[in-house]
C-alpha cells in the first residue's frame, strides 16, 4: 500500500474551495475498479490506482456532496457510516470534517459486514477516535446502540433492498442530524430509489432534502446518487 497519510495532511481547507479541486483529490487517491461497465470510461486511469483509496463514488456527484458538505463540517463532531467497502470514501469524509471543525477532529465509525482491509486499518492506527465495525446492521444490537446514540451524520450505503434500507434509515433517524443515502438513482437498485421518493413526502415538514445525481454521457444507464435529508433544525438555511 502507497503511503496516502502525506497527502492527506497537504489536504486543506482551501483545498475544498472548488468542486474542480475536489474532484482531483478523489482522483488522486483512486477510484474502485469493480464493475466498469457502469463507471466513465474517461477515468480509465483511476480505477484501482491512485493512492489505492478505491472510492466507489462518481467524481462529479461525490465532489459536489463534499462541497456542499463543507458548509456543515464545522458543527459535524461525529460520523456513521453502514456499508464502507474499501472505506476510501469514508477516509476522505472524515478527512474533510476534521479540516473544518473547530476541535480539528471527528469521532466517526465505519461499519460493514466484511473484515477490515489494509487501509482502513493503517488509518486506525493512527487516529484514534476513528473506529471500525463488523457488523450487521440489521441486527438487535445495533438498533439498541442507535437507540442510545447521537452522530451528526450518518451515511447508508448497506443493504440496498427496499426493505433493507428502510430498516437502516428507521434505526437511526433519530440518531441523527444529517442522514445521506447512497444509489438513490441507481437503475440497478430501485428499491433504494423508491424508498428516497417515499422518504420526501413522509419527512417534508422536519427535512430539508439535497441530491447530487449527475450522471455522465460516456455510460449506458443512470447509477449510484447521493441524497441527503437534514433536520430542519440542524440545517444552514
Same mark, same amino acid.
Not at 457510516?81 to 467497502?85: A, D, L, M, Q, T
Not at 437498485?189 to 423508491?194: L, N, P, R, S
Given at each position: 500500500m502507497k503511503n496516502y497519510q502525506q497527502y492527506l495532511d497537504s489536504i486543506t481547507q482551501e483545498s475544498f474551495n472548488s468542486i474542480e479541486s475536489i474532484e482531483k483529490i478523489i482522483l488522486d487517491l483512486g477510484l474502485n475498479n469493480e464493475i466498469l461497465h457502469e463507471q466513465p470510461p474517461e477515468y480509465n486511469d483511476f480505477y484501482g490506482k491512485g493512492l489505492g483509496f478505491r472510492i466507489w463514488q462518481y467524481p462529479n456527484q461525490f465532489s459536489k456532496y %463534499? +462541497?456542499? %458538505?463543507?458548509k456543515y463540517a464545522s458543527k459535524i463532531n461525529s460520523y456513521y457510516? *453502514? @456499508?464502507? /467497502?474499501s472505506c476510501g470514501a469514508f477516509i476522505l469524509t472524515v478527512e474533510l470534517i476534521k479540516k473544518f471543525n473547530i476541535h480539528n477532529n471527528c469521532v466517526a465509525t465505519a461499519c460493514d459486514l466484511i473484515e477490515p482491509n489494509e487501509l482502513i486499518l493503517d488509518y486506525l492506527s493512527n487516529n484514534k477516535y476513528v &473506529? +471500525? #465495525? /463488523?457488523?450487521?446492521?440489521?441486527? !438487535?444490537?445495533? *438498533?439498541e446502540f442507535m437507540q442510545n446514540n447521537k452522530y451528526d451524520l450518518i451515511? *447508508? =450505503? @448497506? =443493504?440496498? $433492498? +427496499?426493505? @433493507? #434500507?428502510?430498516? =437502516? $434509515?428507521?434505526?437511526?433517524?433519530?440518531? $441523527? &442530524?444529517i442522514q445521506v443515502f447512497h444509489d438513490i438513482t441507481n437503475d440497478h437498485?430501485?428499491? #433504494? #430509489? !423508491?424508498y428516497w421518493q417515499e422518504l420526501k &413526502?413522509? %419527512?417534508i415538514d422536519t427535512h430539508n432534502f439535497y441530491e447530487f445525481t449527475d450522471q455522465y454521457d460516456s455510460v449506458n444507464g443512470?447509477? %449510484? @446518487? *447521493?441524497g441527503c435529508a437534514v433536520k430542519k433544525e440542524f440545517d444552514i438555511i
Open positions: %463534499l +462541497y456542499w %458538505l463543507t457510516e *453502514i @456499508g464502507s /467497502r &473506529n +471500525y #465495525v /463488523r457488523t450487521n446492521s440489521h441486527e !438487535k444490537t445495533f *438498533i451515511f *447508508i =450505503d @448497506g =443493504d440496498h $433492498s +427496499y426493505d @433493507g #434500507v428502510k430498516k =437502516d $434509515s428507521e434505526a437511526t433517524r433519530n440518531a $441523527s &442530524n437498485c430501485e428499491g #433504494v #430509489v !423508491k &413526502n413522509e %419527512l443512470n447509477f %449510484l @446518487g *447521493i
